[in-house]
């Protein structure tokens, strides 16, 4: 059974920095992708970021290009999104989700709350 276990959020100001992590175990993931979601209050669900396990590919939402940093740990199966330049928008529930490369995101975290104060 796969699991995916978040860690890593908090409150920070607003131009500030968090990183995520989400440990992944269950199963190998070499032909998966693993993302990472978002979710406001009274919003829904959007995409983030998502890396391709096997070559590292990533994929970005226009929103978070060039703040936000997806990578994964081979080693430690686990999947990291490193958060710059944060802004109050960028408070949410964060996910981290997996599935295989050309499926539907099947398995899904818990969540960890960020908080990015003006």
């Known amino acids: 059974q796969v699991q995916l276990v978040e860690s890593g959020g908090g409150l920070v100001q607003a131009g500030g920095s968090l990183r995520l992590s989400c440990a992944a175990s269950?199963?190998?993931?070499?032909?998966?992708?693993m993302g990472w979601f978002r979710q406001a209050p009274g919003k829904e669900r959007e995409f983030v970021a998502q890396i391709i396990w096997s070559d590292g590919r990533t994929t970005y939402a226009d929103s978070v290009k060039g703040r936000f940093t997806i990578s994964r740990d081979n080693a430690k199966n686990t999947v990291y999104l490193q958060m710059s330049s944060l802004k109050p928008e960028d408070t949410a529930v964060y996910s981290c989700a997996a599935g295989l490369y050309l499926g539907a995101y099947n398995y899904w975290g818990q969540g960890a709350q960020v908080t990015v104060s003006s």
């Open positions: 269950g199963r190998t993931f070499n032909n998966w992708r």
